[in-house]
């Protein structure tokens, strides 16, 4: 696999983490490099780590993951994305709403959102891939995305109300989950 390839790689599967910095940016009171750096970082290991598992651990492994991976992650984009919609429309909104920042939270999400590379990390074990090379491409596509995401997100959220930021962010983590959901439904069913 050409390096060329390896950057579009990388591109498709960073499109899932800039939709949830997209999301966290717009949540933001301040803009902050340093939460910029954090989402990027989470979001850019997960994203180089899981194809080496992928690569790594083998048909068996992957095979038994890969079969409930994708309800699990829509399971909780779900959750979260409700939690946000929720918290913004809550009319007593006395309470701060989800704190996408805190390092569970984006654990989590960095795990929802890194599943298909661990399907590409599989795919990348039958292949002539310098699985070094591509965990780099990867892992550095995704931060840089995920910090455009974050950055974006808190553009947009400055020129519109607070509350319809949030319900905008909840929507795109339902949608992200949504789609992995659809797409390896999808696949299950054509092959």
Not at 14 to 34: H, T
Not at 39 to 50: A, C, D, K
Request: proline share 2%.
């Amino acid at each position: 696999m050409s390096i060329l390839e390896l950057i579009f790689l990388s591109i498709a599967l960073a499109m899932d983490c800039f939709a949830v910095s997209f999301s966290a940016g717009g949540l933001q009171k301040e803009l902050r490099l340093r939460h910029a750096l954090i989402i990027g970082s989470f979001f850019g290991l997960f994203q180089g780590f899981m194809p080496l598992i992928g690569y790594f651990g083998g048909q068996a492994v992957v095979s038994y993951i890969e079969r409930f991976a994708h309800w699990i992650a829509f399971g909780i984009l779900l959750i979260i994305g409700l939690k946000m919609m929720f918290e913004a429309l809550r009319p007593e909104k006395g309470g701060k709403g989800i704190n996408i920042m805190k390092p569970t939270t984006l654990l989590v999400l960095s795990i929802a959102t890194s599943i298909d590379a661990l399907a590409v990390g599989f795919s990348f074990s039958m292949l002539d891939v310098r699985i070094w090379i591509a965990v780099l491409i990867i892992g550095f596509g995704s931060f840089l995305f995920s910090i455009g995401g974050f950055y974006m997100g808190k553009f947009l959220s400055q020129r519109i109300k607070p509350t319809y930021a949030e319900v905008l962010g909840g929507l795109i983590l339902i949608g992200i989950g949504v789609k992995i959901l659809i797409e390896h439904l999808n696949y299950s069913i054509h092959f």
